[in-house]
């Protein structure tokens, strides 16, 4: 996850909030209406009630907002929204959740979220509002038209150490980002590189494409935070573990000095910093997309949908010359790539709960998230359908001459939430990515400087009384 | 009826300066009521996820500070930056605003000119420095620099290129304050001691020792007191380029504190360091304004 951190100017300017109160129009039918009507159900059951919605700047918000006032005229509830930058959101978001006031009825969040929130019971299961026949047309919303992978990312039984695809759906997802490999199909070809199908082989292609063709053979994110180990690296290792080490073992203690761990872990970082970019310690998944969007870099281990922006020619020098494949696997021959979604969830404090189901039943409705794709370019989608509407066809169908539906499709079939439950995700990534800085500048050895972040997240567990 | 007029005006005069106040008052509880907060999170494990866990620590986080590695090497850097920060800064502003005191033709030009970098909010500053400063490669400060035959420099990826960075660019943001005060400060110094240690003949080093830099103290005292206190509590700068990195290189008492309250919610944790930090800058003004107040009275006799 992470991918859209801050997104864009939201980063910049930091502080910056936008508080949009959209007033409601005046009355006119339209036939966008007449299609959300087929679903038999009382869209005006909560008419009259208000909410308040948590939003994080995103293409999916962007899509949102225009159509918001449709929804108010179908159902006679009126919504106002604050739009944050996604630290500033997740900041304020915490502190609404934990407080439990309220401000924010529906809101952004997506798998390794949930397990913070869900622990504490700030956030509604969503399973009693879509088994209502009076709140859900569930032949008309068509809950099995998600991709199952996606779906059973929100679900979690509340365990920590496991339990994700089990229990209660926390969020429903508007988007499906998973961790490929892109890598200069170009360069590649004129040099004779293999595309690369382990971890070793991938430093090697690395390697040679800083040799040849005087480019960074590899860029990554690199920032001394949780961002960093959350896309290609946390894919790469689970992978070469053939999906059987995790950062945290069975019972909850941390692994990342497990000799398999260690190994990746130093070919990883030996790559980065004979083949990558100088100021890979200080890139942002913004920078690493740039950089290789630029041609500064001949291979990216990260988000599948970095793609729109390396296939679009204004903003990329090297649309067309792109290639996609899965990231390096391990002896057993299968990736395990990790996966996020953006979903939209309900807080427990909401005080108009129909009303706020209506909402994320009408936003994360096929049409609803047909037009965000359509119209406002909210990758990947996470319907199907919508996956396979002619019109996304048309918009994706030609990345990388056609081996980037194939290779995000390939992925998908096994992609997972590649993180281990539990309520300190966050803390835990942000020590394993600032591990990986130790090794990076020399400071100690891999095994080192694993064996203390290891050690360190345990203390944090211990002291939140996640682990005895 | 003229005594009653008389004790009424005397109750409004006596309720006047409590009138006058009360804006004051209420700034005051605005400021103290967060204080207090934070002063009374900081006694607690308050942490915003586990709720259930909430209780008195006492001193406990104050203890636990010690034996936090991270701690101690922020508390270092959070020193030692600032004074090395005050020092460049000052010392550099000391220079233009001698130079810009001068009678040089264009000076009011360069004065307006100065002024530029104040009305940058210092997140845009720094971001506009990160982009500058990118890779070895690509870079366009890297580039600048090849045609002067130096470089290329790593300015984030590396750990003193980042704090030499972090310095460069709060330097760049901070100089045309200081050179403000202190050009300020030299247009108001008395013309009579310059004419007398001209008649007498003394070089123009012997009078910046002699005469201008002891008349220019109190200024000199201040400048370093205002930047002392901003260096020692630099955040936007480290935040909108290093996040406290690589290798934790860049983090100061401010980051520490910030990522334990709003990136991992220890609001417990996070005040405690952020108390340490205030009483640090509590201390440090204190004691320069202590030699301010000395060399204001000292110049005035």
Do not use: C
Not at chain 2, 169 to 179: A, E, K, Q, R, Y
């Amino acid at each position: 996850m992470g991918t859209r951190r801050g997104w864009l100017i939201g980063t910049l300017v930091g502080m910056l909030a936008l508080l949009g109160v959209v007033a409601s129009l005046p009355a006119q039918d339209d036939s966008a209406l007449a299609y959300y009507r087929q679903a038999k159900i009382n869209w005006r059951l909560a008419a009259g009630q208000s909410l308040t919605i948590g939003l994080n700047k995103h293409p999916f918000t962007e899509s949102l907002l225009p159509a918001i006032p449709e929804f108010e005229r179908l159902t006679g509830i009126k919504v106002e929204y604050l739009i944050l930058p996604e630290q500033e959101y997740f900041s304020k978001l915490v502190a609404d959740l934990s407080q439990q006031r309220g401000e924010f009825t529906v809101i952004m969040t997506g798998p390794m979220r949930n397990w913070q929130y869900a622990t504490p019971g700030w956030i509604m299961p969503l399973d009693e509002f879509i088994n209502d026949p009076k709140l859900t047309d569930r032949g008309w919303y068509r809950l099995d038209d998600f991709y199952p992978g996606l779906i059973a990312a929100n679900r979690w039984n509340g365990k920590v150490g496991g339990g994700v695809g089990e229990g209660p759906l926390y969020s429903v997802p508007v988007l499906a980002e998973s961790y490929i490999l892109a890598y200069r199909k170009d360069i590649f070809d004129q040099h004779k590189i293999k595309v690369p199908t382990t971890i070793e082989e991938m430093a090697e292609a690395a390697r040679l494409v800083k040799k040849n063709a005087g480019i960074d053979g590899i860029v990554a994110r690199g920032t001394p935070a949780v961002p960093t180990v959350a896309t290609g690296f946390i894919s790469g290792i689970k992978s070469y573990t053939d999906g059987k080490w995790n950062e945290v073992d069975d019972k909850l203690n941390t692994t990342f000095h497990d000799p398999r761990s260690v190994k990746f872990t130093q070919t990883w970082v030996d790559m980065v910093r004979a083949s990558g970019p100088s100021n890979w310690a200080n890139m942002t998944w913004y920078d690493a997309m740039e950089a290789f969007a630029a041609g500064q870099a001949g291979m990216i281990a990260d988000a599948d949908f970095f793609a729109a922006t390396y296939e679009d020619p204004k903003k990329s020098k090297i649309a067309g010359k792109v290639g996609y494949a899965l990231i390096p696997a391990g002896p057993g021959g299968k990736t395990y790539a990790g996966l996020w979604t953006w979903g939209l969830g309900m807080s427990k404090a909401t005080k108009n709960k129909d009303a706020a189901w209506l909402f994320i039943q009408w936003a994360t409705s096929p049409r609803t998230l047909l037009n965000a794709t359509v119209e406002h370019r909210n990758y990947n989608p996470s319907r199907v359908s919508v996956m396979n509407d002619l019109r996304v066809q048309k918009l994706m169908g030609g990345w990388g001459g056609g081996s980037y539906v194939k290779t995000q499709q390939e992925n998908l079939k096994t992609a997972r939430v590649a993180w281990v439950p539990q309520p300190e995700r966050t803390r835990l990534g942000d020590i394993w990515a600032r591990s990986l800085h130790e090794i990076y500048f020399n400071r100690a050895s891999a095994a080192d400087a694993l064996k203390k972040a290891s050690a360190e997240v345990d203390k944090v567990l211990q002291e939140a009384g996640i682990k005895k | 009826m003229p005594a009653v007029t008389a004790r009424g005006r005397r109750r409004q005069n006596a309720l006047l300066p409590y009138l006058l106040l009360a804006p004051a008052f209420a700034l005051l509880v605005g400021m103290l009521y967060p204080f207090g907060l934070g002063l009374y999170y900081s006694l607690t494990n308050y942490w915003l996820q586990y709720p259930h866990l909430f209780r008195f620590v006492w001193l406990g986080n104050y203890v636990a500070l010690v034996t936090e590695p991270l701690f101690v090497y922020a508390l270092e850097f959070t020193v030692g930056y600032a004074l090395v920060a005050v020092l460049v800064q000052v010392g550099l502003g000391l220079a233009i605003a001698l130079f810009l005191h001068a009678r040089i033709p264009g000076r009011s030009v360069v004065r307006a000119l100065m002024l530029m970098p104040l009305m940058m909010p210092p997140v845009i500053t720094a971001l506009m420095w990160k982009i500058m400063m990118a890779s070895t490669t690509a870079g366009i400060l890297n580039y600048a620099l090849s045609f002067l035959g130096l470089g290329p420099i790593n300015w984030l990826g590396s750990i003193r290129g980042a704090m030499a960075s972090i310095l460069i660019i709060d330097t760049w943001g901070n100089l045309p304050f200081v050179s403000l005060i202190l050009l300020g400060g030299l247009q108001s110094l008395p013309g009579e001691p310059y004419e007398a240690a001209r008649v007498d003949g003394a070089t123009p080093r012997a009078i910046l020792r002699h005469i201008t830099l002891p008349l220019l103290s109190p200024f000199i005292v201040l400048a370093i007191t205002f930047r002392m206190m901003d260096a020692l509590r630099i955040f936007d700068v480290i935040y909108a380029t290093t996040v406290g990195g690589p290798a934790d290189a860049t983090t100061n008492l401010h980051m520490l504190a910030f990522q334990y309250s709003f990136q991992w919610y220890q609001m417990g944790k996070g005040m405690a360091h952020a108390v340490v930090l205030l009483a640090l800058v509590v201390v440090a003004s204190a004691v320069l304004l202590r030699f301010w107040n000395r060399a204001a009275t000292h110049t005035a006799a």
